[in-house]
Every structure is written in C-alpha cells, then in structure tokens.
C-alpha cells in the first residue's frame, strides 16, 4: 500500500474488498441490495412510453401542485414557530426542559396514523381546541388543505426543530454575548448574530422537513381524508392509483423519487459548501 | 521589560478624588460571585484613565470577574458602581462597557467595518453614521485597508485590533480585555502588545485586563491585582509586587524562591524548617526570597564556603531553561536552582541526587509578611 517511502504521493484509490472479512463483506452487499433493487425495480417497470402521457394527465398535476403548496407552506409554517422553538430549547435553562425536548422530537417516532387521531381529538370539530374554533370563528380544520397543512407541519417540524436546534447547540453562546456587550438586546443579538450563523442549518433542516411533509401519508389520511383536488396530495393518489391503474402509480412514483434525489443532491450541495 | 511606566499621554488631569469615594469617577466594585464550590470575593476600584490588571493563575476567577464587570454573570453579593452611577441590576447591553475576548468572538459573518459598526448601530446609530465611526476606528488602528475583510481573513493581530476598535467604538466608560494576547504567536504578541499599550494609554476611562501572564500584565497595567482562588492575594505597582512577592505563585512568576518564616534579627525561622540569614534586619513575621541564580549546588559537603545558609536537598527534576539548567530541589528546604550547562554536567546532576545547595546571605532579602 502506502506504506513504504518510496511511494508516490499520489494515493492509491482504496479497494473494498481488501482486508474486509467475508462475515461483513456479504451481509453488507445483502443490506445495500435490499434498499437498492426496489428502486431498480421502479425503474425497469416504469411505462417508459406512455410516461409523458401519464405525467401530464390534470390529476397528476392537480395531486403534484397540491402536494408542492401544501409541503412547502408547512414547512414556512414550521420555520416560524420551529426556529424560536430550537432557540428556546438550546438557549435557555428551565426545568422539564429535557422533557419537552423529549416530547417535541416525539412525532419523529411516533406512527404518523397515530399523529393524524391525535390531530382530529385536538382539532376536529368535537376536539378539544376544535370546537372552540368552529363555535367561535366557524373554522373547520379536518378534511381541508389547511388541515393537510397542519398534518405534514405536526410531521416534518421536529426535522427541523431538532437541525436546528443541534446547529445552535455548535454554535458558540458567546457570540450572542458579545453581541450584548455591545448593546445588543437579546432579540436583536438572535437575528443580527445567531440567525446568520446557524443559517446552513435552517436551510438543511427545512429541506428535510419539506421531505417529509412531500411524503406524508399516515397523518393526512386520517386527518384531512383524501378528496381529489383539495387534501389528496401525491402519495395518497399513488396509493390509490395502485388499486386501478398501477401504470399511473409508478410514474408518480417516480416523480416522488426524482423529487427525492433532487432534495439529497441539494443537501449534499448544502453541506459542501458550508462544511 | 520596563523597569517603570513611563508617564501616559493624552491624559486630562486626574480626578480629584480616588475611585473608592462615592461619587467619584472611576470604577468601584466588590465582586462576589458563588458558582458551586467556587466562590470570588474581590474589591475592585480603579481610576478614570488607570489599566488594572487582574492577574492570577488559572482558574482563580479573574474571567469570572470579568463577566461580572460586563454583566455577563449575576453578582451573588457585592456592588458595582462606574462614574458614581450604580451598576448592579442594569442588563448587559445597556452598562456602559466594552469587552475584548480572549478568542476576540468577531462575528464570522460580518465584515470587519460592520463587526466595528455592530455597537454604534444597536446604540442607536443610523447604518451610515455607523459605518463611518466604524472606519473612523479602523483607520485609527491602522486597518483601513481591511475594512472589507471577514474574519477569518484577517491575521491574529489584525483581528484582535479589530476586536479593540469594536469595544472601542460604543465609546465604554470601562473596558475589559480578557487574555488579550494569549491567542497570538509569540512573534505577534510582541508588535500587538506595543500597540495594545498604546492604545490602552490614549484611553480615557478605566481599563481592566485579565491575563496569566506577568510580563502582559507588567507591560499594560499601572496597577497589578493578583487573585488567587477568587481572593485576592496581593495589588500594587508591577515593580512593588516584583520586588516583594507574597505568594508562591507570584514569586515564581517573577522567578524568586519565597519563603514565609519568623525574623528575629538577622535570622528568619522558616515555617518549612530551617532558619536563613540575611544581612536584612527586623522582627516579627517576615517574607525570605532569593532568585534561583543566587543557589550555589555542590555534591560533597563545602567546608570552605562562606555561605552561612547551607541545606542538604536531593534533585527532583532538571529542565532547560535559556542557556541555564534549572534544577528542582527537595530535602530540607525545596527551592529552584540556576546553573550553566557545565556545571550540571561536572557535578553529575540527575534526578535522585543529592547535593548541598547554598545561598548567601547578601543575596536574600527579607521583608514583613
């Protein structure tokens, strides 16, 4: 290898299969095949011919233009109220702040389907908070591209909640209280000195947030149903789509998959610029 | 180093009455922090126009005195007064003071001028106004041409100027630098501390610095206080506290040995044992101290010597130290010993062996404790 002096500089590039045991080696290739092939297999049965067809069909595009709205208003949604959130838990010293550190990063775990009752018992027109808004400002959350909105915020915010808020963690305090010896107030000392600074992970954590809200499923079904044109966003019409015309299903997945890999090339472009 | 401070220019006549007066201008503080075990407990009071320096080894609290000064860390007891205006419950950002960061915190985003400009814009500025004082100060240290410059393209000195025209530029009443040369490479630091002093000097209000390192500190500061374990163990002149260390810690910042003992006449009666002459003459509790360059080693017992101070020791560690070996000695009394090269070499010195050390007694100095 490049052990020896008398090499030259330039590196070798290394070879996998040297020196790795064969006990990690073939679980490794089993484990990479696996997430791999279905995504070959989307690829090799896509309807190549009649894709532009399939794509440019009005309920391809209606589902398309709802699920682009409704994930990026969530994620300016989750933006607004995250970014203060991630700032509180990672700034300031109270007690159960553990807890509800625990509790924000809960929907992270949590079966989205799970997400979307919780969702009706506290928005629906009999929930909790549901029926104070509809009694008082006839507002109906459930079944509505607001309530789609709401399900894939409830989602994708602890994404960037938790990005950001581990970007604060790295970002050294002490800026911000340089920036108040210099008269600085606390408010000001966030947006003048701490926002800019933690802006590559805003950024990282609003694109993973909008990923999974793009994604959301279990929580919008069961929060805001599945009405054409108005809550059915792209994975439910590939859901449904999968039942009558698997053709459609896969050229909307791969739509979702294009989407996908446009996000990780984005991210990845994030990182080595701001690393 | 500088035997005496040279008088400071630009300075207005001194205020009639010291800073400890209420009323006064100046800085007047007693400093009590509680932060678990650790308790700091310091009076602090300086002179419009005075440099103060804290100095003590790490973890003696001088940056936790710092952060008190600017706000930064809540006095537990104790009070705070600056011009005869008090203090202790007024916010960070609105006190009157400018702070110097060890590591300089410039905001990696903001050029050097709106790193300057940060201060006189949340003062109130308007943006114009602010840039221009802010380039007024760059032009002031020397750094207009960098006025456009992040950061992380200026060099260590570059950005501790700028980090000194940013606590400058918000016009302090007290200003306060914490180890405001420890991150520069000792090349710098000789060019940067001139200029520091100087700027220090032109400086109208009181200034507080906090370092570990005497000669900074000797450099800068009209008055040196030395805290140790959130005490302080000793103020005064740097030459004063050079001449008569009175701890240990000092002591071997200036490079003495110290020692603590009972003067009866010309003999002091050390609290560690054996008693020393010296040709100084008082009673009562006293300070004994030599410099390690006066300790004469010999590996058999002398029997010509003159030296009246004669003490069994055995070596516990050799280091260079210049031109010189320093020898580390234990036995009857532990002190540090200054010889060349040769003659470590000729008398076989090593770890583990004895030797007699002598020292005379015209080259001790004994003063009350």
Redesign the interface.
Known sequence: MTTSRETPRKTRPRTPGRGVPLALLAPALLGLAFLLVPLLALLVRAPWRSLPEQLTSPEVWQALRLSLFCATTATALSLVVGVPLAWLLARTDFPGRGLLRALVTLPLVLPPVVGGVALLLALGRNGVVGQWLDAWFGITLPFTTTGVILAETFVAMPFLVISVEGTLRATDPRYEEAATTLGASRFTAFRRVTLPLIAPGIAAGSVLAWARALGEFGATITFAGNFPGRTQTMPLAVYLALQNDPAAAIALSLVLLAVSIAVLAGLRDRWMRTV | MPETMPPRPGKGPAPAGTASEPGAGGLDARLVVDRGSFRLDIGLTAAQGEVVALLGPNGAGKTTALRAL???APLTAGHLRLDGADLHRT?????P???V?QDY?L???LSALDNVA??PR??GAGKAEARAQAAEWLERMGLADHAGAKPRRLSGGQAQRVALA??LA?HPRLLLLDEPLAALDARTRLEVRAQLRRHLAAFEAVAVLVTHDPLDAMVLADRLVVVEHGRIVQEGSPSAIARHPRTEYIAQLVGLNLYRGHADGHTVRLDAGPAVSTTDDLTGPAFVAFPPGAVTLYRDRPTGSSARNLWHCAIAGLETHGDQIRAELTGELSLAADLTTAAAAELDLHPGAPVWATVKATQTHAYPA
């Open positions: 600017a706000g930064l916010p960070p950002e609105s006190r003071v400018g702070v960061f915190l905001f990696p985003h940060f201060g949340c003062r940013r606590a918000t």
